[in-house]
């Protein structure tokens, strides 16, 4: 019996990763600017790799993300959350969301939603899906969106049901979607 392995991210791609200042947010304005951009497309390029939605921070410190090995040097907790709202900022295309949980105050959240894909582009592509494969008209469970066996080949298959009901919620401000049902059982209709 042969075991099934996956490829490795391959951190060789982005240039950065292997350069021992890379893990220091600079002073000076112009190269903290480039260098947070460099790690936004880095932190994208990984969670999307691995299909990561969520990103939550102690994990990532620890995590190969912000922990090269090789050169023995990781990101600071307070450099990777100055990163990472710069990500959720406009400047940084607010590609990240931070979740307020419960009894978190605010400004110390420790997850967030990584969106290499932004909600507006993950309806577009869900609709895209449905247009393609004729389902317009058709009622269709949110579960079935996510895990159903014809969205298998899909990027959107597996993603949580939270990102998906706010993706859906796009198509619905645009009149291409209504959604109806209870929590848990949620349906879709396509127009």
């Known amino acids: ?24 947010l600079q002073p000076n304005p112009i190269t903290r600017s480039s260098q947070l951009q ?3 497309s880095l932190i994208l390029s990984y969670c999307r790799f691995h299909r990561l939605y969520v990103l939550t921070l102690a994990d990532a410190l620890d995590s190969p993300l912000f922990h090269n090995t ?17 990500m959720a900022s406009k400047e940084g295309g607010e590609r990240i969301q931070w979740i307020r949980d419960k009894g978190v105050a605010e400004g110390r959240e420790g997850r967030c939603w990584v969106y290499w894909r932004r909600p507006e ?3 577009q592509l869900v609709g895209e899906w449905v247009e393609e494969t004729g389902q317009k ?8 969106l996510v895990e159903g ?3 298998r080949n899909q990027e ?6 939270e990102l998906l009901q706010k993706s859906l919620q796009v198509l619905v401000k645009k009149g291409k979607a209504q ?7 949620e349906g879709v209709k396509f127009f």
Do not use: C
């Open 137 to 144: 008209g058709t009622v269709l469970t949110l579960y079935e």
């Open 121 to 123: 582009e993950w309806g």
């Open 70 to 86: 090789a050169l023995r040097k990781r990101l600071k907790e307070q450099d990777a959350r100055t990163l990472l709202s710069w």
């Open 1 to 24: 019996m042969t075991a099934i392995t996956t490829p490795a991210f391959n951190f060789a791609s982005h240039e950065h990763y292997s350069f021992p200042a890379f893990y220091t």
């Open 38 to 40: 460099s790690w936004s």
């Open 149 to 151: 066996d014809v969205t």
């Open 156 to 161: 959107f298959h597996g993603m949580p049901m």
């Open 179 to 185: 959604i109806f049902g209870q929590e848990g059982q």
